[in-house]
């Protein structure tokens, strides 16, 4: 007996992924027309109001500097910024950047926890304009309810930064207090710490390079080589003028050379002749 397709409408008003019952119950046909389905781009209602380069330029930068560093140690972490993201019969959250370790680092258009087999692990949120004090507690309280075990707060016209993981045994948020000045994040195994309105991140005393320092370098290092490479295509050419030089001199001298040669030719001739009228 075949079993009846399970129905679920995505509401535009309100969009939502199923609840996990539901879900279950779902052929992979019936999963996969959901997920299409649930919105990728949202009001400015359902998220942060815009802030400028201010706020988009920090937000990339983090996500930049992880993704080059994660890439280039070969540990497998997704990266997103305000990537829509849907728990099961939950209203959608699109943090400032979400990171999730291993899993299949891909683009996404969305990401439904229930289609992933996995919750977002870490949620950073990068403030310009300024915030009630209750609106950062309610963030923080729904992060918390959604099982992100580390939630950052990033302040970037007022230069602070916090951060926030459940405590043992616990479903609540508690600081994650700070050692040297720098914030651990045990999702990304780095610190994360300010160099004035920067957010940095750190391995062990290391600050991670950002992709604007990295392609910094790289120029230096590709002005350098064509620097070194005019040099020595300057002092090749110096060098041929050179040896051109000493090539000429050589002829000039085997010149000189067969004309000496030639004129003492001439005397011995010469004197052959007087020799034989004096005999």
């Not at 479903?171 to 957010?199: C, H, K, M, N």
């Amino acid at each position: 007996m075949e079993r009846a397709p399970v129905s679920w409408v995505i509401d535009p008003d309100d969009p939502r992924a199923p609840p996990q019952e539901i879900w279950d119950r779902m052929t992979p046909e019936e999963r996969q027309r959901v997920v299409d389905a649930l919105p990728s781009e949202f009001e400015i209602s359902e998220a942060s109001p815009p802030e400028g380069d201010f706020h988009f330029n920090a937000k990339v930068a983090a996500r930049d500097t992880l993704g080059g560093y994660f890439q280039s140690i070969g540990k497998r972490v997704y990266l997103a910024c305000e990537l829509p993201v849907y728990y099961p019969a939950g209203r959608m959250v699109a943090p400032d950047l979400i990171a999730v370790r291993d899993v299949e680092v891909k683009e996404r258009a969305c990401w439904s926890v229930s289609a992933e087999g996995k919750g977002v692990e870490l949620a950073l949120e990068i403030l310009w304009n300024e915030r009630s004090k209750e609106e950062l507690e309610n963030l923080a309280a729904r992060y918390a309810s959604l099982g992100i075990s580390e939630y950052f707060v990033f302040d970037r016209r007022r230069r602070w930064l916090r951060g926030f993981r459940f405590a043992a045994g616990s479903a609540r948020y508690e600081p994650i207090a700070r050692q040297g000045g720098r914030l651990t994040s045990a999702v990304l195994d780095l610190d994360l710490g300010l160099e004035g309105d920067r957010l940095c991140f750190y391995h062990a005393l290391a600050r991670l390079p950002e992709p604007r320092e990295v392609l910094a370098r790289f120029r230096a290092m590709v002005d350098d080589l064509m620097a070194r490479r005019e040099e020595a295509e300057q002092r090749l050419e110096e060098a041929e003028q050179r040896l051109e030089e000493a090539e000429q001199r050589l002829d000039e001298e085997r010149q000189r050379a067969d004309e000496a040669e030639r004129r003492l030719a001439e005397v011995l001739v010469e004197l052959e002749r007087l020799r034989r009228e004096r005999g």
